[in-house]
């Protein structure tokens, strides 16, 4: 072998290409605004942000004096506990990008609890409540096991199964769970002398439970706890060479999401007074996929625009259902293709383009 | 020795990855793992970061045996890696990107280095000053590379294992890269390289272990192992 070998000569000056030696300044240049929140727990609302939650506390509070009438009123309620769901299914999908078609059967978990522990040992509802939202959590735990092994499509095929399942179970459950006749629920129990049969006042306890999941989504998606749900729905390997226990934080964004599916399936027993496994079918899962998506699911305020899109646009357009879901079909490809975001993030994209041509 | 590594095997089904690989790495050098396509350098990497299982073999870190752990508890454990194809959150900020990291990682504290007050002090460190507000996946490639190391370096590292890190930068870029890399060192964080650039590998590093076939052919300085017949076999075959 009388051939130089193919490599460079070894250890040539360190600064064969440029001059290594100029070293760049350690120190970093003034901190960015952006930056200075970072010993706070949470990011504190911008001025913007504070804006748009008074705008929406007022619009929810307000709405019953708006004379809505018994059916738009009975409507908003429907929408408030929807949303309060959509709220789970908004942190999972949205922030920890575990998507979900078979998010109705931790509401049917959540609503079957109260209705059984009413039924069988005369728990109401303020008992119901903090119970149940715990046990959806504590399913949608143990259905969330597969997602370890299984991750993006096939967890979507599982979460659809689960749902079946349980419908199918629902209605073979005989006298236990009402079989495909359901189970009656009485009314809630007044508290501080609130009679909650009177529409308003449930509208309220509904605005009430919502606001709180709007204040539980705010600071989740703001903490570092929201920024590890992102890490994980950005990229899993990435985030667990820097120490994430992906595993760990994705069954705890599951168990959040089926807390926030129990509760809004409490409420919905409770104001129906009546509850069926067809109201926690496939279907029902596929408008509550479709809402989050309608209204995007990373922003704040995207589960409530998409619950009330879906909920009052064939109201107010007067749509039979069959051209509601055809709507809905035509309006979901729509935003795909236009709005990847939903329509709060395509609302926030025309408002920074409005602000940025103001400013030239 | 902070990292030993014996008799380390992996196999992909019939497919033998890693043969029983020795190495052992020190917290103030820079060691580099060469060796053709397919010769079982990154699944040396995965096997110690704690993506695959190794089939058989134990690899000891400051003395512990952390061999088979998951990736996550080895990164706390202070190795930290970065990957071949330049991964980032791609939706987020860059700034969010290495908070993430700093928010996990190692927590306590170790030898004596500079403790990163906050995320734009990373960016600075690694040349990204001011783009923190960018999107990470709106960077140009070489920013993303840089990005790597700094969302590595939040994740507050006494090992760091590159992967590739010149692959795919242009000549500018990899000389600030190899500036970047020669200060680990000093500030207590080994490094264990694997590149294909030759220049990079011979300048940087004080030894080289070149593994053919998942099995090691070769170790020692530099200037030894690339004149090992062994080694110029590997890479230019046998004299005809």
């Not at chain 1, 939650?53 to 059916?71: D, H, K, M, Q, S």
């Not at chain 2, 490639?141 to 939040?154: D, E, P, Q």
């Not at chain 2, 006494?158 to 970047?180: F, R, T, Y």
């Amino acid at each position: 072998m009388n051939e130089t070998p193919h490599f460079p000569e070894p250890a040539p000056p360190v600064g064969r290409r440029r001059d290594i030696a100029s070293e760049r300044p350690v120190t970093p240049p003034a901190v960015q605004s952006e930056a200075k929140g970072r010993s706070g727990w949470v990011k504190l609302p911008s001025r913007e942000e504070t804006v748009v939650a008074i705008v929406a506390v007022v619009f929810l509070v307000g709405f019953p004096w708006c004379n809505p009438g018994y059916r738009f009123l009975s409507l908003a309620i429907t929408t408030g506990f929807t949303s309060i769901a959509l709220y789970g299914l908004g942190l999972q999908f949205g922030q920890a990008g575990i998507m979900s078609v078979g998010h109705a059967a931790f509401l049917g978990i959540g609503a079957y609890t109260a209705a059984i522990m009413a039924g069988r040992f005369g728990l109401g509802f303020w008992v119901a409540l903090p119970f149940s939202a715990l046990f959806s959590a504590v399913i949608a735990g143990l259905i969330g096991l597969p997602s370890l092994r299984v991750g993006g499509q096939h967890y979507i095929i599982i979460t659809f199964c689960f749902c079946a399942l349980l419908n199918i179970a629902l209605t073979n459950g005989g006298s236990f769970t009402g079989a495909a006749t359901g189970l009656d629920v009485g009314s809630i129990d007044p508290i501080f002398g609130i009679n909650f049969d009177q529409l308003r006042n449930a509208y309220y306890l509904v605005v009430a439970v919502l606001l709180i999941s709007l204040l539980v989504t705010y600071l989740i998606t703001n903490s570092s706890y929201g920024r590890t749900l992102r890490a994980i729905r950005e990229n899993e390997a990435l985030a667990r060479a820097v120490g994430i226990n992906t595993g760990l934080h994705k069954i705890g964004a599951l168990m959040v999401s089926g807390a926030f599916a129990g509760v809004a399936g409490v409420l919905q027993a409770y104001y129906l007074r009546h509850i069926s496994p067809a109201l926690y079918g496939p279907f029902p899962s596929l408008y509550l996929a479709l809402m989050v998506m309608l209204g995007g699911a990373r922003l704040l305020y995207g589960p409530l625009a998409g619950a009330i899109i879906v909920s009052f646009l064939p109201e107010i357009l007067k749509l039979d259902p069959i051209d509601s879901r055809i709507a809905y079909g035509v309006g979901l490809l729509v935003v795909i293709l236009l709005l990847p975001g939903g329509v709060s993030a395509g609302l926030l994209d025309i408002y920074r383009w409005l602000l940025s041509k103001r400013r030239r | 020795m902070a990292l030993q590594i014996t008799g380390l095997r992996k196999e992909f089904g019939g497919v033998v990855a890693l043969a029983g690989v020795d190495v052992s790495i020190e917290l103030d050098r820079i060691v580099g793992i060469i060796g053709p396509n397919g010769s079982g350098k990154t699944t040396l990497f995965n096997v110690v970061a704690g993506v695959h299982r190794p089939t058989s073999g134990r690899v000891l870190w400051q003395g512990k045996d952390i061999t088979g752990k998951p990736a996550y508890q080895i990164a706390r454990m202070g190795i930290v890696r970065t990957f071949q194809q330049a991964m980032s959150y791609r939706g987020l900020s860059v700034r969010e990107n290495v908070r993430i990291a700093s928010e996990h990682g190692r927590s306590y504290g170790g030898a004596a280095r500079p403790k990163w007050d906050s995320p734009d002090e990373i960016l600075a460190f690694v040349g990204l000053a001011g783009l923190g507000n960018e999107m990470a996946g709106s960077m140009p490639f070489g920013n993303l590379r840089r990005l790597g190391v700094a969302v590595a370096l939040a994740a507050n590292p006494l090992l760091l294992l590159l992967d590739e890190p010149a692959a795919g930068l242009s000549e500018n870029e990899i000389a600030e890269l190899m500036e970047l890399i020669l200060r680990f060192p000093r500030m207590g964080i080994g490094v264990c390289l694997i590149d294909h650039d030759m220049f990079l590998m011979s300048t940087l590093c004080e030894r080289l272990v070149v593994l053919n076939f998942g099995t090691k052919i070769a170790e020692g300085p530099p200037t030894l192992v690339l004149n090992d017949p062994k080694v110029t076999e590997v890479y230019l075959g046998n004299e005809i």
